[in-house]
């Protein structure tokens, strides 16, 4: 038994270093497949363009994966999994409105650089043309709504969030105001970092707090704030 312990050991070794390279390779198709449906949209990009972009050939990319579709629902996969790891951000925040701005500040900085924002709004348009990319991405979509409208009425009981508010159609406006500044910080280059979040966390104040608990917080927020920058204008 014990010799067979130890004939074990080496083989075990193996089947883990197979499977990290697998996922490893995994992971690169899914990079360059991410980069092309931005760069191209999913129609346009093709099997030979993400073997391209990869640096693989075709045999080698369909061990992988069968098919441009297996590929975005990967895609979506791995997004899901990002996103579990906010909602679990979210509900160990003791409250709930600080609890969203900090998710809303680390996914608009997962959301950085051009492919990002270019996958995002690709995402959303096929999404309204296309009922099996649609499919695809809309657990995602309501595994978000669920995690974020979950916070809210929790906030409501604790006294925190506005007991007034339509909180299935508040957690839809907040998710549609996330793609819209990642898709406007691509052509408005003043929506840096600090400027964005610091406008971010003053209107979820303003829009989710009971109105007395909200000029509070938000005296706090603003006098923290740095002087903002001038817009750009123009010549």
């Given amino acids: 038994m014990g010799q067979g312990g130890k004939d074990d050991a080496p083989a075990s070794t193996a089947s883990a270093t197979a499977i990290d390279a697998r996922e490893a390779q995994q992971q690169r198709i899914l990079a360059a497949a991410m980069a092309c449906f931005a760069r191209s949209g999913f129609h346009k990009a093709s099997m030979q363009d993400i073997c391209a972009e990869a640096g693989m050939s075709a045999g080698n990319l369909y061990r992988y994966f069968r098919s441009k579709e297996a590929i975005i629902a990967a895609i979506a996969e791995a997004e899901r999994v990002r996103n579990a790891a906010l909602f679990d951000l979210l509900q160990r925040a003791e409250d709930p409105v600080r609890g969203l701005i ?19 709004t690709e995402i959303i348009a096929e999404a309204l043309r296309n009922p099996e990319i649609r499919t695809m991405f809309e657990r995602n979509i309501n595994e978000a709504h669920a995690a974020c409208a979950h916070a809210l009425r929790q906030g409501i009981a ?3 969030v506005d ?3 339509d909180v299935d159609v508040a957690v839809r406006m907040l998710m549609a105001l996330g793609d819209g500044i990642v898709a406007h910080r691509v052509i408005a280059d003043f929506m840096t970092d600090d400027r964005t979040e610091a406008v971010l966390e003053v209107m979820l104040e303003r829009f989710l707090r009971p109105h007395a608990a909200s000029t509070v917080v938000l005296a706090d927020t603003l006098s923290s704030q740095p002087a903002a920058a001038p817009l750009p204008t123009s010549a």
Avoid: H, K, S, V
Avoid at 102 to 107: G, V
């Fill in 158 to 160: 604790q006294g925190y």
């Fill in 163 to 165: 007991p007034g508010l």
């Fill in 102 to 120: 900090e998710l809303a500040r680390c996914y608009l900085r997962d959301m950085q650089g051009r492919d990002a924002p270019m996958l995002c």
